[in-house]
Structure formats: C-alpha cells, structure tokens
C-alpha cells in the first residue's frame, strides 16, 4: 500500500471518529467505503474492526463518567457466541441484502419512532432490550462488519441525554469489535500483515475522537438530535444507493 493510500485511510479515520464522537455514529461507514477502494473485501472487515476498537473505546474512554454500565454488559453477554454463529454462516448471507435492510432498518426506527417502540418491546422491556439486541449484533457483526446504524436508535431510545448515549454505545460497541476482532484471530487473519496500516488508522481514530468529544460536550440535546437523525438518514440513503448501483 502506498504512503498516499494511507495517508488518505488515515484522513477518513480522523474525519470519521470526529463524526461518531459528535453525532454519536457515523465513522465506521466512512472508513468501510474508504476501505474498501484499497484493501481486498476480505479484509476489510477485520481491519476495520480494530481501528473501530481503538475508535469506540477511546470516545468510551474519554467520556466513561457517562457510562451505563447497565446496558453495557447486558450487550455483551453474548456477543462472542452470536458472533462465532455469524463466522459459521459468513458466506450464506448476501451481503447486499444484508446491507440494505440494515440501512432501512435505520431509517424506520430514527423516523417512525412508533414503530422502534413496536420492535424494542419485542425484544424486552426496559435494559433486557439489549441483551437479545447485543446477540442480533453480534451475529450480524460478522458477515456485514457494520450494524451500528440499525442499532443505534435503540441506545438513543433508551439514553436521551447526549453523553451517556454516546459514551454507553462506545462502550458497547467496543466489545462488539473486539469479540469480531478475536473471533478473525481465531479462524486465521494475521493482523501484523497490514501493521503500518493499523498504526495510522489508530492514531487518527484516537485524535479524531479527543476533537469530537470536545465538541460534544459543547452540543445542546436538541441540536444533537438533529445531528443523530440527519447523520444517520444520510449514512442509510448513502447504503442503500451505493448496494443498487455501484
């Protein structure tokens, strides 16, 4: 990979965490499309799900006053075996289909927010929405590499105020992409093949996120809102339209 195509990787990090650290999500599709013009399909996800680590749980870090750890651990609680079913069934799934829906999904629940409460209440009530949540994410996690859109209405449901929505679906995430992370190790991706990569994706993502999280704490809860709902509709619209016609 050349110094320019890393150089450009590391831009999209640092623009992309700055993003999720200010509208809560975002990033991690920026850097997938990035990603995807220099590295082979299978490798992207892998690589994306460190960087994405380094991302979350740096915001998670920075922001881990605002923590609910409730909601966090009910997540994690089955993340690794959901996603180890997701590495079993990785290459069923049409990609593009999965996307597509994934990218709808967002787009219902942050405009329809009727019909959130409708899916969320099938999945539980109150925080024991998450840990069927966190299963539906990990297994997803695997094949698709990015589910926070779909996901992250629900976080904003249940967490209103702006820090503790970002700092808890940070924390979240975090283990989301280290369980994806591990699970990759396991069947055999050799992370140190793209070590010069990964620095710069890391150390952008960390500087991105330490510039956002100052904006954030700058944000009123309105004007936060907007920010979630026009990131996320855009993020969904630029999903769907790249699957159908790219």
């Given amino acids: 990979m050349s110094g320019l195509e890393l150089c450009l990787i590391g831009v999209a990090a640092l623009i992309g965490s700055a993003i999720a650290a200010i509208a809560g999500l975002g990033g991690g599709i920026l850097l997938m499309a990035v ?20 991302s979350n749980s740096s915001r998670a870090v920075i ?22 079913a997701g590495l079993l069934v990785a290459g069923i799934f049409p990609v593009e289909v999965g996307s597509i829906l994934i990218a709808l999904f967002a787009l219902v629940f942050v405009w329809w927010p009727q019909g959130l409460g409708k899916i969320v209440s099938c ?72 070590l010069a990569l990964l620095a710069i994706g890391i150390s952008a993502v960390i500087a991105g996120t330490w510039f956002g999280t100052r904006v954030l704490r700058n944000l009123s809860e309105q004007l936060f809102g907007h920010l979630f709902r026009l990131v996320l509709t855009v993020i969904a619209i630029r999903v769907i339209f790249i699957t159908l016609f790219s």
């Fill in 123 to 194: 999945l539980g009530s109150g925080r024991r929405t998450f840990i069927p949540l966190g299963a539906i994410a990990g297994f997803l996690n695997i094949p698709f590499g990015v589910t926070g859109p779909a996901i992250a209405p629900v976080f904003r449901s249940e967490l209103p105020l702006r820090t503790a929505m970002v700092a808890t679906f940070a924390m979240a995430q975090t283990f989301g992409h280290l369980a994806k992370v591990m699970l990759f190790a396991v069947d055999g991706f050799v992370y140190l093949d793209q």
């Fill in 35 to 54: 990603l995807l013009q220099f590295l082979d399909p299978l490798e992207v996800v892998p690589i994306h799900g460190v960087i994405q680590l380094a």
């Fill in 63 to 84: 922001l881990r006053d605002d923590v609910d750890w409730a909601v966090v651990w009910r997540f994690a609680l089955f993340l690794l075996p959901a996603g180890l």
